[in-house]
């Protein structure tokens, strides 16, 4: 989510008791029913608030679900960093790192969200703002460059620019990962494979052992 959007949305609700039951409901919601298809009651059922309630707390359902997005997004990335070992091989690093990537962002509810909002972008075209705004992404590659950082002083890596690094191996995680085996169904053999194949293709360009 853009960054200031995400602080405007933060501190409309700040101080707010009910807030992480909300965010609660409208995810399972969101998760069960898709984008379009829910309704303020929905969620304030599924809360066990008054509708009126949930509203004063988020006065959109576009509102609820970047914040709900967003939520998850930060779950995925304390996930996604995780501990930073020392390998001795540049291959066994970025092994590492992509199964991270996998666990860390693949393994929650993200995903589910992700292929919510992917599915009712025709339907609901006010999703498209999300994918635009925001800067999930951009997070996640700023965790992967320190990550490769490290594996650089170790003297794994050799990197001119670690920014483009973070970027090329995180943009064929992610096509892998998400596009192919969560929205378009891939076989998981052919993912896997492809993710080594990645590995090795990022081990040869910038390795040094």
Not at 119 to 127: A, C, F, T
Not at 136 to 149: G, K, S
Request: net charge negative; charged share 20%.
């Amino acid at each position: 989510m853009n960054p200031n959007l995400a602080e405007a949305l933060r501190s409309s609700v700040a101080g707010c008791s009910v807030e992480e039951q909300i965010l609660d409901a409208g995810l399972q919601v969101f998760l069960r029913q898709g984008y379009a298809a829910t309704k303020d009651d929905d969620v304030a059922l599924a809360a066990g608030l008054p509708v009126d309630q949930v509203r004063s707390h988020f006065a959109t359902k576009e509102i609820l679900f970047c914040m709900v997005l967003d939520r998850e997004s930060e779950r995925a990335r304390h996930g996604y960093l995780g501990g930073i070992p020392k390998f001795d091989t540049a291959l066994d690093a970025f092994r590492f790192g992509a199964e991270q990537y996998r666990r860390g962002v693949l393994d929650t509810e993200l995903t589910g969200l992700w292929r919510c909002a992917n599915e009712e972008v025709e339907q609901s075209p006010q999703l498209i703002r999300f994918f635009i705004t925001t800067d999930n992404d951009t997070q996640i590659q700023a965790f992967t460059r320190h990550i490769l950082l490290q594996w650089q002083d170790s003297g794994i890596l050799n990197m001119p620019n670690p920014q483009h690094c973070a970027r090329q191996f995180i943009g064929m995680l992610q096509r892998a990962l998400i596009d192919e085996a969560h929205i378009l169904g891939a076989v998981a053999d052919d993912i896997d494979d492809y993710i080594e194949s990645c590995c090795v293709l990022m081990a040869n360009t910038y390795g040094t052992a």
